[in-house]
């Protein structure tokens, strides 16, 4: 029998790798539109007399709830239950205060009782100043108002 030979472990330098991998994560983030989390398949209510969103920068602390027609909750597109709802702004509430903006963005054709389910959901957490997203007219795209 021969006599096994012992080889060397391998290594290598793992530095150019780390750095391909964070140029490949920056990439991603700036290519990654973050801010175009709104779905396109909830057509709000219309308002003509709601109070106009002032131009103001927004606050990044703001959570966006999208409430579909048949009463679906969604955060950046990703369904939630109530109670799943009620955790993510309880964490919000922890992190940042009660002072943390919830906007509604709820389907005209929605019911009032999914409405008043997701509201019920955000206010179990201590937060009892939400805004509605509408739109000022009927031709508008995109331009949604608070109320």
Do not use: C, W
Not at 99 to 110: K, L, W
């Amino acid at each position: 029998m021969r006599a096994a030979k012992e080889e060397a472990p391998m290594s290598g330098n793992l530095t150019a790798m780390i750095d391909v991998v964070f140029q490949l994560i920056i990439f991603f983030v700036v290519t990654t539109n973050m801010q175009n989390t709104v779905d396109q398949r909830i057509k709000l209510a219309i308002a003509p007399h709601g109070q106009s969103i002032s131009d103001k920068p927004k606050d990044p602390r703001e959570i966006k709830i999208d409430l579909d027609e048949k009463g679906n909750i969604y955060i950046a597109k990703s369904s939630l239950t109530p109670s799943i709802l009620t955790s993510i702004v309880r964490k919000a509430v922890s992190e940042y205060g009660v002072d943390v903006p919830i906007v509604i963005r709820a389907d005209g054709n929605a019911q009032h009782s999914a409405v008043q389910t997701t509201m019920n959901a955000v206010t179990a957490s201590g937060i009892y100043k939400i805004k509605f997203a509408v739109l000022k007219e009927s031709g508008s795209k995109g331009k949604e108002k608070g109320k």
